[in-house]
């Protein structure tokens, strides 16, 4: 499956934002679906992910209540609605899918085998 992430930019502290990742090639069906993020100098965090099966959602804690992950089964893309944006959460945002990952690997960005590119997201404070 093939990954296209959009809808980063600049926002100002306390803004929302929403990012999407779009799949092409073939459906979700049985993917989970990942979204992390990554800053100069440090390691791929992991964000959010859904199981597209069930819809299962999981959080890093330092999202959590902030920002939602959901899926749009009509239109094969997995969103991520960041509310209450901070200076912190500034970074490039990428998503991933796998058909393979078990419940206790989903917030390892090694996990994920399909990557889509990288979506700029700027918070100003």
């Known amino acids: 499956v093939q990954l296209q992430a959009s809808g980063g930019g600049l926002v100002q502290a306390g803004d929302s934002l929403r990012l999407s990742c779009a799949a092409s090639?073939?459906?979700?069906?049985?993917?989970?679906v990942g979204w992390f993020r990554q800053t100069p100098g440090k390691e791929r965090e992991f964000v959010a992910g859904i199981k597209w099966s069930g819809g299962s959602t999981y959080y890093a804690d330092s999202v959590k209540g902030r920002f939602t992950i959901s899926k749009v089964s009509a239109e094969n893309v997995v969103n991520l609605q960041m509310s209450s944006l901070r200076p912190e959460d500034t970074a490039v945002y990428s998503c991933?899918?796998?058909?393979?990952?078990?419940?206790?690997?989903?917030?390892?960005?090694?996990?994920?085998?399909?990557w889509g590119q990288g979506a700029l997201v700027t918070v100003s404070s």
């Open positions: 090639g073939r459906t979700f069906s049985g993917y989970t």
């Open positions: 991933a899918a796998s058909r393979t990952i078990i419940l206790s690997s989903i917030r390892m960005a090694s996990a994920y085998n399909n």
